[in-house]
């Protein structure tokens, strides 16, 4: 069965530093991979995605995420912090096998951003 | 467009009681699917919708049901509430030619 990981519970970082999520997935084959955002009391908001091709992915509100085979990962970054990214991010891995797989997704535990002024 | 839309936004249930959590989107969108979300455990899928009249079940699927008469609504259900389904409940919906999952803003259930 696949299953994520998001080593860090809770990040605390202060406005315009630099930031990276990790994430590392188990899974037999290259899956679809994606981040999320989950601002309090929200739903999810896809951030960006992986399916194939670069393995650099450029998402929204200046994040991007990169694909490392070798490693299993999909970190996720972004090089100027704002206060308004404070909020709870999840990773997530869809199996590859067509159009039920981009909404049943396995995700990770998530990581809680705290950004200081 | 109003996107994924549940009801209610919060609730308290008290043990053995039943309750239908709405989930309606007005996207068209093929496939539906309901996650429960427990503090540091991420998101798991409960059950999900192909399409009208086609329902399955994901990981934690026990103590739900669902339905799915028309493309805008999936229903889930809840025949006897138990302490173990307090948690926040989140309807996402996907259309079959696009790759984003489109999250309502929750229901957050409490049994007592």
């Known amino acids: 069965a696949q299953s994520v990981t998001q080593p860090d519970i809770h990040i605390t970082v202060s406005e315009g530093a630099s930031l990276e999520l990790r994430c590392n997935y188990s899974?037999?084959?290259?899956?679809?991979l994606f981040w999320y955002v989950q601002s309090p009391g929200q739903g999810l908001q896809l951030l960006l995605k992986y399916f194939s091709g670069d393995t650099l992915v450029q998402g929204i509100k200046g994040f991007e995420a990169e694909f490392k085979r070798s490693q299993s990962s999909f970190n996720l970054r972004k090089p100027s912090v704002h206060w308004s990214d404070a909020a709870e991010y999840f990773c997530a891995v869809g199996l590859n096998a067509g159009g039920t797989s981009y909404g049943k997704l396995t995700f990770g535990q998530g990581t809680i951003l705290t950004v200081h002024p | 467009n109003a996107g994924v839309t549940q009801t209610p936004k919060f609730r308290i249930l008290k043990i053995g009681q039943s309750m239908t959590l709405q989930c309606t989107q007005d996207?068209?969108?093929?496939?539906m699917y309901w996650y429960r979300q427990d503090p540091g455990m991420g998101l798991k899928l409960i059950y999900y919708?192909?399409?009208?009249?086609?329902?399955d079940k994901g990981e934690v699927p026990n103590g739900y049901n669902v339905s799915r008469s028309t493309t805008e609504d999936f229903p889930l259900r809840l025949e006897l509430a138990a302490p173990s389904q307090t948690s926040v409940y989140f309807c996402?919906?996907?259309?079959?030619?696009?790759?984003?999952?489109?999250f309502g803003q929750g229901t957050r259930l409490t049994v007592v």
């Open positions: 899974y037999g084959a290259t899956p679809y």
């Open positions: 996207m068209n969108h093929n496939y």
């Open positions: 996402a919906s996907v259309d079959r030619d696009n790759t984003e999952a489109f």
């Open positions: 919708s192909v399409g009208a009249g086609i329902t």
